[in-house]
């Protein structure tokens, strides 16, 4: 199978191959897509974590697929490439040798188990610190944007925890947490449905105790929540909802 790399700082991955079509999810600037069917100009591509979607070839080209393992990842930067102009790159995207980065940070990939560790209060305050005021965008993973199981998706990524892409399929990954919502270790994973049959149609992360940090379509984007406060009608209807909780490390 073919293999390409996301030229653009993000690539919508859409659910039908046109431009019109609902986004499912992204990819971000040096990541891999293997291509599974071809309908010029429109390619159906699988990531890193397995999810596929449509891409347009506009998105995506073939330089730098050999040296991909060699690159570095944005914390958020600017650079300037061979090409000469600047471009803006989220978090998580990945930065070739041969950019000069201009502003904002960038890792190696050597360094990013040393700043990234498996733990549950880490995790958390990556989730707060790169994600603090991002807009919701249904199918989004970075800064830029984000749905809540992209959100969770990046966040745990960082830290060495691959998950799935959407909150029903991150709903049965880890180990069942048998406390209140309220209740619960930093990093436990909180799942709700608003829907009859109880399918999974949200997930936040717990910062510990009562609260919570999220990205929701009612709040219009990232929110920490306090779960004690059942004055706010949002948060309310929160609990209503409120499911299970799992644990992923």
């Known amino acids: 199978m073919t293999t390409l790399i996301v030229t653009a700082a993000v690539a919508p991955l859409l659910a039908e191959p046109r431009a019109s079509s609902e986004q499912v999810s992204q990819r971000l600037a040096g990541h891999r897509l ?26 995506v080209g073939t330089d730098g697929v050999e040296t991909h393992d ?13 090409r ?5 790159l989220p978090l998580g995207a990945l930065v070739p040798d041969s950019a000069v980065v201009e502003s904002g940070d960038v890792l190696d990939a050597a360094e ?5 560790p498996r733990d549950g209060g880490a995790i958390v305050r990556s989730a707060m610190d790169f994600f603090a005021g991002t807009p919701y965008q249904w199918g989004g993973i970075s800064p830029w944007g984000a749905d ?29 947490v048998d406390r209140g919502a309220d209740a619960l270790a930093p990093a436990d994973l909180l799942f709700f449905s608003d829907r009859p049959d109880r399918r999974i149609t949200h ?21 920490v929540e306090d779960l004690t406060d059942t004055a706010d009608a949002y948060v309310k209807a929160l609990l209503d909802r409120f499911l299970f909780a799992r644990r992923a490390l």
């Open 70 to 82: 060699r690159q570095r990842m944005s914390l958020g930067c600017v650079i300037r490439g061979s």
């Open 84 to 88: 000469g102009w600047a471009s803006p």
């Open 203 to 223: 997930v936040a992360i717990s910062c510990g105790g009562p609260r919570l940090v999220h990205l929701a379509l009612g709040r219009g984007g990232y929110r």
């Open 34 to 59: 293997t291509v599974l069917e071809e309908r010029e100009p429109w390619l159906r591509v699988r990531g890193a974590d397995a999810y596929e979607g449509w891409v347009h070839r506009g998105y």
């Open 112 to 116: 990013v188990p040393k700043r990234f």
């Open 148 to 176: 809540c199981s992209g959100l969770v998706q990046t966040v745990f990524g960082l830290h060495g925890v691959p998950l799935p892409r959407d909150a029903s399929q991150q709903a049965v990954v880890g180990t069942a």
